[in-house]
């Protein structure tokens, strides 16, 4: 049981500490990052509980109401193919990028393409 007195302040700190190092500078509130580091150092138990209930931003959850940030510039529906300009735009490209893909192969393998007249030599 004593133990567990000095285990889990310990965790907390640990915790509170590695979450203030990952956290990006835009993301604190009230104080610079590395004044939040010494607080959650050297206020052992007060610290980490302060850092955690004031210190940084919070964002919704996947599961909250309101889109994330990552999703405000994003499209909110899938788009069929047939309906995508991009990908229509880029069978078209590969369609003319074919015929001399086949033209290639055709003079790889000694001349004998479908546009080839002679008859093959048996």
């Known amino acids: 049981m004593r133990a567990l007195m000095f285990i889990v302040p310990l ?13 990006t500078e835009e993301d604190t509130k009230h104080l610079p990052k590395i004044a939040w580091v010494f607080i959650i150092l050297l206020f052992w138990i007060v610290g980490p509980v302060v850092w955690l209930a ?16 990552w999703q405000r510039n994003r499209r909110q529906q899938w788009v069929a193919p047939d309906d995508n300009p991009d990908f229509l735009k880029s069978l078209k490209d590969d369609k003319d990028a074919e015929p ?3 033209e290639e192969r055709g003079r790889r393998d000694g001349g004998t393409g479908p546009d080839d007249k002679t008859p093959p030599a048996s």
Do not use: M, Q, V, W
């Open 11 to 23: 965790a907390l700190t640990i915790y509170a500490f590695i979450d203030c190092l990952n956290t």
């Open 54 to 69: 004031a210190g940084k931003t919070r964002h919704n959850r996947a599961g909250a109401a309101g889109p994330g940030s």
């Open 100 to 102: 001399d893909a086949e």
